[in-house]
């Protein structure tokens, strides 16, 4: 299975992706390629930046299976290379975690997690807001932040 759960002895040593880098992000001024790994739910709800693509983690298993004309109709943005940078963004940063280093296995090289996820991404943008987690069905927890 190419996306899998962390094993508890297996530690991903991660790039992050730096404060000054994302305030670059936001500005337009890189060519990054920020996918969000939130629900779509967790994204409507309480917001997500314009620039973000958007990969639910939960479906980025088959996603990366896609030839890519069907991961572009899907998802709305290009298939990536290995060469792109990719920035990986969640709530906390648990799903970004696992899922660069299934990039990693992929041959992807310029992977980064932004550490601070959502409550990093409400300094950049109001409407963005950090909550507690929640699962579908669940009651939707207030905003935090």
């Not at 040593?13 to 994302?22: G, I, K, L, S």
Request: proline share 4%; hydrophobic share 40%; net charge negative.
């Amino acid at each position: 299975m190419l996306f899998r759960s962390l094993a508890m002895d297996e530690r991903p040593n991660p790039q992050y992706f730096e404060t000054e880098r994302m305030q670059k992000l936001f500005a337009g001024d890189t060519s990054a390629i920020a996918i969000d790994l939130r629900r779509k739910d967790e994204q409507e709800i309480f917001g997500k930046a314009s620039f973000m693509q958007c990969v639910d983690d939960e479906e980025f298993d088959d996603a990366m299976k896609l030839e890519t004309s069907e991961f572009q109709s899907k998802y709305g943005f290009s298939f990536p290379n290995p060469n792109d940078a990719i920035v990986l963004i969640c709530r906390t940063k648990r799903r970004a975690l696992r899922v660069s280093l299934v990039l990693k296995e992929m041959g992807f090289s310029q992977v980064f997690v932004w550490e601070s996820g959502v409550k990093g991404l409400h300094d950049f943008d109001e409407n963005i807001h950090f909550y507690e987690s929640y699962e579908i069905g669940d009651e939707v927890p207030p905003v935090l932040l």
